[in-house]
């Protein structure tokens, strides 16, 4: 669905994207992952046709995301919260289905849709100022896909986000990749991509690092596991234990700590 290649994007001096390329298939959820300031948001600005490369290309289903029509197949969730606060949620949601062309009994229902899609279906007809940051957070979600896309872009969606929204957000994404929208999502958490997405690119000052399944990058990089266990007491010295005896603590170093578990009670 999604081609990306050679993909290169310049601030002065700073490649904040450099000769990136990757694919994502319809249905499929991708990750970027990497710390602030690695080129994740640079390059889904890219991908939502927000920006022009310097150099390279990005086609959706062989067409440019620049062009309007293309644009309109696009949800895109930014990591600055894209609101009006001053509005009620269900006026945003009702804003936003309007610009992509909604009316009438289609905007209705999808607007109906998307505040039970973020919870705020009894909070429908409050200003967006007086939501709590995680509600402000869900409906920023929704006001993404209100027009039902194909492809989700979602930068860094549970930014200081409170654990009730962040699982509901979760949970929201989760049902719109069994419904088979394809999603592309940036994070620095392992375990939000590991939750969420099938593949992940790892990206740092602008250059992909690596892409793979993230159980894959895991075992590739993430070096092997330690398991460290506390005796009550010293255990003999023919107790025959893997690993290194320090007095009652035993470490163990293991690609596969759970595999092949044996006691360890003197």
Not at 17 to 38: I, K, Q, T, W, Y
Not at 154 to 167: F, I
Request: proline share 5%.
């Amino acid at each position: 669905m999604i081609e990306v290649r050679s993909l290169g994007k310049r601030y002065g001096d700073l490649r904040a994207v450099d000769d990136v390329s990757f694919r994502v298939e319809r249905g499929e959820a991708f990750g970027l992952l990497g710390p602030n300031g690695a080129g994740k948001s640079t390059t889904i600005h890219l991908l939502a046709g927000v920006l022009a490369p310097d150099s390279g290309e990005v086609r959706l289903d062989g067409a440019d995301p620049q062009d309007a029509q293309v644009r309109r197949r696009l949800g895109v969730s930014p990591q600055e919260l894209a609101i009006y606060e001053e509005l009620t949620g269900a006026e945003n949601l009702r804003v936003f289905a309007a610009l992509y062309g909604l009316r009438g009994d289609a905007l209705r229902e999808r607007v109906n849709w998307a505040l039970d899609f973020a919870g705020l279906a009894d909070r429908a007809k409050q200003r967006a100022a007086k939501y709590s940051g995680g509600m402000k957070r869900r409906l920023n979600l929704a006001c993404a896909v209100v027009h039902a896309p194909e492809l989700l872009i979602c930068d860094e969606p549970t930014v200081g986000v409170d654990p009730q929204s962040r699982n509901h957000i979760f949970e929201s994404i989760e049902t719109l990749r069994a419904a088979g929208t394809t999603l592309i999502y940036t994070t620095h958490y392992m375990e939000e991509a590991q939750r969420l997405c099938d593949r992940v690119a790892i990206m740092d000052h602008g250059k992909l690092l690596a892409v793979d399944g993230v159980d894959a990058l895991i075992e590739a990089h993430g070096g092997s596991s330690v398991v460290l266990a506390e005796f009550d007491e010293p255990p003999p010295a023919n107790a025959g234990l893997p690993g290194t005896l320090d007095g009652t603590s035993l470490r163990v170093d293991s690609d596969r700590p759970f595999d092949g578990r044996r006691s360890l009670t003197a």
